[in-house]
């Protein structure tokens, strides 16, 4: 193949099967549940066709369209290069369930939350390491490996310091997850049945959880949902190793 051929197909969009090697293609389908190519997310197949660049900013791209059509536009989740990686990779269920860093959970829904100054200084760092990240990659100048490190150690998770917080954040990740996994996924479903049913019971948490846990108790409501979407991820990707 000569030059200008190369050239020509590397420009050529690509389909989801040629994007992913077949193993992690097989993966991705089990994980979203379908049978078919033609039947994954739109997210998938609209990565595919960039041909892997800018994926970063088209990930939060996306992901903020995602966030428009439910109606929650301020609650789509800044894509952080670390976790467009593990988005990339497929690597959803992180190999400790202790480290709130770990996989995609929704301490990972950095949001534009400005409840608290430590929840505001988390979405604006998230904003810079984003764009330094684009910046670098997909701009005019290349980045070396250093500067690569250096953007990804500083990602942060958010930590919610309110029930309300806890809830946006909950919300923020059943967008992440719709646009991931598709919208009529079971676990999808099952997910905004949760936060349905607990903002039906919001109050509850406010008066009686907030005097006997403080300020963990928003906490300690994410990391149940971080529990159980690791040990859901977890169980698919055993399939795989």
């Not at 992913?20 to 089990?30: A, C, Q, S």
């Not at 549940?33 to 066709?49: K, N, Q, R």
């Not at 810079?128 to 701009?139: F, I, K, M, T």
């Amino acid at each position: 193949m000569d030059v200008a051929a190369a050239r020509t197909c590397a420009l050529t969009p690509k389909m989801v099967s040629e994007y992913f090697k077949p193993y992690m293609m097989n993966k991705l389908m089990e994980l979203c549940g379908v049978t078919t190519e033609a039947s994954l997310p739109d997210l998938w197949s609209t990565l595919a066709a960039q041909n892997g660049k800018c994926e970063c900013a088209m990930i939060d791209n996306l992901i903020q369209e995602a966030a428009n059509d439910v109606g929650y536009p301020h609650l789509a989740p800044v894509i952080t290069p670390g976790l467009a990686k593990k988005v990339l990779g497929l690597h959803l269920a992180g190999t400790s369930m202790d480290n709130l860093s770990e996989g995609v959970s929704p301490f990972m829904m950095i949001i534009q939350d400005y409840t608290s100054p430590t929840s505001g200084r988390d979405y604006l760092e998230a904003t810079r390491v984003a764009q330094d990240y684009d910046n670098l990659v997909g701009g005019s100048f290349m980045a070396d490996l250093s500067d690569i490190k250096t953007i990804n150690s500083s990602t942060k998770v958010q930590v919610p310091m309110s029930y309300p917080t806890a809830r946006a954040m909950l919300q923020a990740y059943a967008i992440f997850l719709g646009a991931i996994l598709g919208t009529e996924h079971d676990r999808v479903k099952s997910h905004q049945a949760f936060i349905n049913n607990y903002t039906a019971k919001e109050t509850f948490h406010l008066g009686r959880l907030s005097s006997m846990d403080g300020v963990c108790g928003p906490a300690r409501l994410l990391h149940y949902i971080q529990l159980l979407m690791r040990a859901w991820f977890y169980e698919k990707e055993l399939w795989w190793m």
